[in-house]
């Protein structure tokens, strides 16, 4: 399994950005996908997951209505588009296949089901 992030970069409160993770090793449509993020001196933490089982994504509810994830079969390459970004939306973003849990449209939790990460890519929030 390999993932690579990409899509980071410096944004004004507010703003948006859309990141890509392309994915080799495994197939989008046979796993779910999530998205984590890591801000320094915090521990990594799940924000966004796609259920394949659902066909549907679910957020953490600090990024609910602001982040969306989306798939490109074909690519292989998954997305996680964020709106109105904030100062603490800084951090190294993570793609992963993943094990996850919700309710209702909330995720609950989410485990990453390879045992190495990706490099991420850096989204810097600030004005």
């Known amino acids: 399994v390999q993932v690579v992030e990409s899509g980071g970069g410096l944004v004004q409160p507010g703003g948006s950005l859309k990141l890509s993770c392309a994915v080799s090793?495994?197939?989008?449509?046979?796993?779910?996908l999530g998205w984590f993020r890591q801000a320094p001196g915090k521990e990594r933490e799940g924000v966004a997951c796609f259920s394949r089982r659902d066909d549907r994504s679910f957020n953490a509810a600090n990024v609910a209505g602001r982040f969306t994830i989306s798939r490109d079969i074909a690519k292989n390459t998954a997305y996680l588009q964020m709106y109105d970004l904030r100062p603490e939306d800084s951090a190294v973003y993570y793609c992963?296949?993943?094990?996850?849990?919700?309710?209702?449209?909330?995720?609950?939790?989410?485990?990453?089901?390879?045992?190495?990460w990706g490099p991420g890519t850096l989204v810097t929030v600030s004005s």
């Open positions: 090793g495994f197939k989008l449509y046979e796993d779910d």
């Open positions: 992963a296949p993943v094990d996850c849990a919700a309710r209702g449209s909330i995720l609950t939790g989410m485990r990453s089901r390879s045992p190495e």
